[in-house]
């Protein structure tokens, strides 16, 4: 599996498996049925194949923004890629922001012409414009990162989440009403901070990475000029149950 090294927010190198094509291909098949599935059920309520109209636009609209919604929605996952078990992060390792997700979306028209098979089958453009289409299959398979345009373009790529606990279930865990936080110096670090510690918290376990959590631990330790009598993997986890704890009141 390709892996591929980010350079996080605290200076660490971290491994993400990037996602293999053919599980990128199963997504966008499944999130195609999806769209099939929901204009076959629009099809018996609102008449597509009439002249446009209010009814029939406001219909529409889900299939435009189904990607991009449900990219911003599901943390980086549409229904495809959850099933699939990939994921669209940054490439520094955390949550790509609103704006990203948008970029991914709007470049769509790009990396998946599906118009231009259309227009050139049809004859209303020249046939040589045909490899135009492929530009986007072209891009992931060539970039070192399998990126598509839309992904160099908004700084993202995809990552197979195979064999890996969800972040959010290995990271964030409840927090109880008699919780008392250690670290309030925690809401110093910013959303990417807390997105790429996530990640790493996940590589730490996964790997069973002793030495990486000391180094996170004595970055985050010197940025925030503090210190702590836990041992590293559970000072990196406090970090993070306080944060839940600060964000949530």
């Not at 999130?31 to 204009?39: A, E, K, L, T, V």
């Not at 099933?83 to 709007?106: C, F, H």
């Not at 790529?157 to 064999?163: E, G, R």
């Not at 330790?221 to 210190?227: I, P, W």
Request: a neutral charge; proline letters at 4%.
């Amino acid at each position: 599996m390709l892996l591929v090294k980010l350079d996080t927010g605290f200076n660490i190198e971290v491994e993400f498996p990037i996602s293999p094509f053919h599980k990128r291909l199963f997504a966008w098949f499944i999130d195609s049925f999806i769209c099939w599935i929901y204009i076959r059920i629009m099809q018996e309520l609102v008449n597509f194949n009439s002249d446009w109209n209010w009814v029939s636009i406001v219909a529409g609209l889900p299939l435009l923004f189904y990607h991009v919604v449900s990219e911003i929605t599901m943390n980086g996952q549409s229904i495809g890629k959850k099933v699939m078990r990939i994921k669209v992060i940054t490439e520094e390792g955390g949550q790509p922001s609103i704006g990203q997700y948008i970029i991914r979306w709007l470049f769509r028209t790009v990396d998946f012409a599906v118009w231009i098979f259309i227009a050139a089958i049809l004859g209303t453009l020249p046939w040589w414009s045909f490899p135009v289409g492929f530009l986007g299959l072209a891009c992931v398979i060539l970039t070192p990162k399998s990126q598509r345009i839309g992904d160099l373009v908004a700084g993202t790529i995809l990552i197979d989440l195979k064999n890996r606990t969800s972040w959010e279930d290995t990271v964030f865990t409840e927090v109880e009403d008699t919780y008392k936080p250690r670290y309030p110096q925690v809401m110093q670090l910013s959303d990417r901070d807390i997105n790429t510690l996530k990640s790493i918290i996940e590589t730490i376990r996964r790997k069973n990475d002793y030495e990486l959590a000391m180094r996170i631990a004595d970055r985050i330790k010197s940025k925030l000029k503090m210190d702590t009598d836990q041992d590293s993997p559970e000072f990196l986890q406090t970090l993070l149950k306080d944060y839940n704890y600060y964000s949530t009141r």
